[in-house]
């Protein structure tokens, strides 16, 4: 995606950074350093994981070319890249800008370090991507394989202790807080691990284990544990987690509201198949 002029979002990004320079000249050379000096976001971006995943034996400079090349040829990145940060914006009361999220959230930093380890692992790259893995699970304390495969317009609220297994499926339009597990039940191997449709909300702490489907639209409590296939649009909550309601909204994930409800089951499509 070419995201030079007529980029709305970085356009967006380069206003509110230079009044925040002018607002704040203690800021002034970093928010030029990470945003104000480049001319896309993509830019930016690999800027900024590389000068936060470098490392004494890959510098800095080396993983930003490794980034760089993975944004360059895979332009659907560039597509997931916006859909996150809109994704932010619209659903952290927190974020009072589409900025933010590019200079300090590390759940939208993890997700965008991930897009670059998936690209080398998809390209039979794996040690590179396995390394990559390694320092994102480092630097941000969100463990992503890069086997897993995962869909955009995402939104990893807090994003500490988060772990999603390998043969995970994460569709568009998903939110979920700190301490979520999407993991494996054992040591067997194969495809052991969730699949996610559409936009579920997942709340803190809650571990979903095996490979079970999560239907669409539904919503899983803070701390619960999910071992079944969840049907779509519903709510579970519990340990081990039992469906006690039905969410207020057809797309939890783009609502974030983390009342149980109790209330009748509204008519929805059937949900998709297994990936």
């Not at 050379?29 to 936060?52: G, M, P, Q, T």
């Not at 709510?235 to 797309?251: D, H, N, S, W």
Request: net charge negative.
């Amino acid at each position: 995606m070419n995201a030079g002029n007529g980029d709305p979002i970085w356009e967006k990004i380069r206003d509110e950074t230079a009044q925040d320079a002018q607002k704040e000249p203690m800021l002034a050379s970093f928010l030029y350093s990470v945003v104000l000096n480049h001319k896309r976001l993509e830019d930016a971006l690999s800027f900024i994981l590389a000068s936060k995943l470098g490392s004494s034996t890959v510098p800095a400079l080396t993983l930003r070319d490794l980034i760089d090349e993975a944004y360059a040829n895979d332009p659907d990145i560039g597509v997931a890249i916006r859909a996150d940060i809109e994704a932010v914006v619209t659903r952290d009361p927190a974020c009072r800008g589409y900025s933010q999220p590019l200079l300090y959230f590390k759940g939208f930093h993890s997700i965008q370090a991930y897009r670059a380890a998936h690209y080398y692992w998809q390209n039979e790259r794996r040690p590179l991507a396995l390394y990559m893995q390694s320092r994102i699970s480092e630097a941000f304390a969100v463990d992503i394989h890069p086997g897993a495969r995962l869909g955009k317009g995402l939104f990893f609220d807090h994003a500490t202790s988060i772990v999603i297994g390998e043969t995970a499926v994460v569709d568009d339009d998903f939110s979920m807080l700190h301490e979520v597990t999407l993991g494996g039940t054992g040591k067997a191997g194969g495809d052991r691990h969730p699949k996610i449709r559409r936009g579920v909300l997942i709340g803190a702490g809650a571990k979903v284990l095996g490979n079970i489907v999560i239907g669409e639209g539904a919503k899983i409590g803070a701390g619960s544990v999910v071992l079944e296939d969840v049907p779509p649009h519903c709510t579970v909550a519990g340990v081990p987690a039992k469906q006690i309601g039905y969410p207020a909204y057809a797309l939890p994930a783009l609502e974030m509201d983390q009342q149980l409800e109790h209330g009748k089951a509204p008519k929805r499509e059937p949900d998709r198949q297994k990936k």
